[in-house]
């Protein structure tokens, strides 16, 4: 006969709420100060002293530049036949010298078939295990059993050892791996503002404590003068608090989820 059968369960849910780096739009900036100069994406925040708000102006216009070099070096704009024009990517155009696309846009180089294009990125997959190096546009580590070069794109990938952990300063060496740092493994104040996440332009905001630890950066860490740039402009002070804009905290967040289940013995008599 069973006597008794018990279920028993565990839900442990934790998370760390990340936000957007410049995640503010100029009208939810409430200061001057705070306003003129700052730029959240392709805008630029101006402040307009009649009705006292922040205003957003879009950016230039290609056509209004006057000149190859002030054009060619602008992100969406290309020198095409002597006039600056709107650009998205150069594979768009045909040419067979090389200083001829980039005198386009800076970005632009001499591919095969006479076309231009961007200069392919080194992938790190081509490094041999000991010439692994990190390259301008990725982190490489050893990683795996036999080692090889790889691309982190996590900080578990920084297991292989505490060097290669360390490469990347989003990322801790904990005993024996490698994981995402916390604000409680800074150890120095100046260091305790935020940790970039491996997804830009997102971050977690770190607090230095009045016991001199670093810790999550929470609301009501910030006053009504630090609030905007100690949040990396994603939140503004309102109301007597320092609340976050609409476009942060970001639309996810890490979350770590834990569940144990233990069944006991099933007894039969």
Known sequence: MVRSLVLL???IVSYTTEIKINGCTCDEVLKQEECDGYQPGDMNCDWNEQKNVCDADPRISCSMIDGQELCRVQAYCGWVSGKCVDFKQCTDYKETVDQKC???NFKCVLLEDDKCGTKKPI???????????????NVCVLSGTPAACVTMKTCSDGSYNNDQCKKNSKCFW???KCRDKKCSDIQAKDSCSLIMSFFSPYATLCHWSADNKCIDGEDEHYTAETCFKGSAQSKVWKDGQC??????????????????????AIIVM
């Open 9 to 11: 369960s565990f839900l």
């Open 174 to 176: 904990d005993t024996d």
């Open 243 to 264: 609340r976050s804009c609409t476009d942060s905290p970001a639309p996810g967040y890490s979350n770590v989820l834990s569940v144990f289940m233990i069944l006991f």
């Open 102 to 104: 980039n005198n386009i």
């Open 123 to 137: 992938e790190c997959e081509s490094f041999a295990v000991e010439n692994c190096k990190s390259t301008s546009n």
